[in-house]
């Protein structure tokens, strides 16, 4: 478990890494000077200076960063065309939409490996052409049900349904199947044999009699899956169309949260706020299901970081994008003194969220 941790650590920050350089590579295009590019945050480790900028290790595993000239609004001695203040703002704007659409590049890759080595998707119970290893997932475990309380987690396959003290067992291939044997057996003990990742091992449970509305007696929502391959020449396209579908997937799900908050009907059933400790453990849990569940999972953070870092609020790279549309119209920047403590409060705010949300996500994942 702690080798996936890790693994999951890794990928969050390798994602940041990505952003950062997009910032890079789009800044030494204009031909910017670049004085450093960080990986973790200072204290510095150690670095090396290549041509007129330093690439260092630090000791903050928490991201990476590049430091240009000018980039907070200040003056340097440096000649204009060098420094970030002195660029027009539709050269500062790409350099700062440079870190947003790195999310979107390293997406639509993971997602054109993943439709090259296999793709997990959703087929119906019906279809029995040939499929490569179908299977009976489990999308979703509600809060407080038999399911969560026997250890069964989102992703896991069910593989046989047993009932104790009987020769009763039987291969589960279809999700009825699992839906039928549920609703014959609520009030009594049954036993679900679970694959997880290279990991098989059985899990006792009694489907709920009288389950909350939408929930089910067992408590999860299933589908039953296959992997679909596609050719060299095809994967690229299907991952183009799926990060381009998952974006306007997360941007509808955010847009239907927000309008329930809005309502006063507090977060919709089933979603609840994480932040990076559950996300991490969520990587973890799905890097033992398989290489082609990962990557799927890692593209579609980098999806959530992206259209984050986009939105209009000061402390994320969409702030600095607002501060450039409000320097076009007065035809002269903000006072650097005022933007920075515009950000500085954002960010105080962003991190107090962050506090709140990973205090959650470390009694939700330690809670008896």
């Known amino acids: 478990m702690s080798i996936t941790i890790l693994i999951a650590i890794i990928s969050i920050v390798g994602l940041l890494v990505i952003h950062e350089f997009g910032h890079f590579v789009v800044a030494k295009k204009f031909g910017l000077k670049i004085e450093e590019f960080g990986i973790g945050y200072p204290p510095r480790l150690f670095g090396k200076k290549i041509g007129e900028t330093l690439y260092s290790f630090n000791l903050l595993p928490f991201g990476a960063f590049v430091k240009i000239p000018g980039e907070g609004g200040e003056k340097s001695n440096l000649e204009d065309f060098q420094q970030f203040s002195g660029r027009p703002i539709w050269q500062r704007s790409l350099i700062i939409l440079g870190g947003v659409v790195s999310f979107w590049i390293i997406a639509a890759i993971l997602l054109s490996i993943v439709f090259g080595i296999g793709v997990p998707t959703a087929v119906s119970d019906d279809e029995s052409g040939f499929l490569t290893n179908p299977k009976i997932q489990i999308l ?145 849990q799905v890097a033992q299901i398989g290489i082609n569940y990962f990557l799927q999972f890692i593209a579609i953070i980098a999806i959530y970081l992206a259209i984050l870092n986009i939105l209009p609020i000061p402390a994320l790279d969409g702030g600095k994008l607002l501060f450039l549309g409000i320097e076009k119209i007065k035809g002269r920047p903000l006072n650097p003194k005022i933007e920075q403590n515009i950000t500085t409060v954002f960010f105080v705010l962003l991190i107090i969220l962050m506090v709140v949300i990973t205090i959650k996500d470390i009694s939700r994942i330690f809670k008896p």
Do not use: C, H
Not at 166 to 191: A, C, D, H, N
Not at 222 to 245: C, D, H, Q
């Open 140 to 284: 979703a475990v509600a809060s407080e049900s038999p399911a969560e309380k026997a250890g069964i987690r989102a992703g896991d396959t069910i593989r046989k349904f047993q009932i104790p003290n009987s020769e009763f067992q039987t291969e589960i291939t279809k999700v009825s199947e699992v839906q039928e044997l549920t609703e014959k057996y609520k009030g009594k003990e049954v036993i679900l044999t679970i694959e997880r990742g290279k990991e098989i091992f059985d899990v006792s449970l009694t489907p709920r009699l009288s389950p909350p509305e939408g929930e089910g007696a067992m408590g999860v929502t299933l589908v039953r899956t296959a992997l679909i391959t596609y050719p060299w020449y095809k994967s690229p396209i299907k991952g183009i169309e799926a990060t381009i579908n998952l974006t306007g997937a997360v941007i509808q799900g955010w847009g239907e949260i927000l309008g329930s908050l809005i309502r006063g009907e507090g977060l919709p059933k089933g979603a609840q706020l994480m932040g990076p400790v559950g996300v991490t453990v969520l990587i973890g």
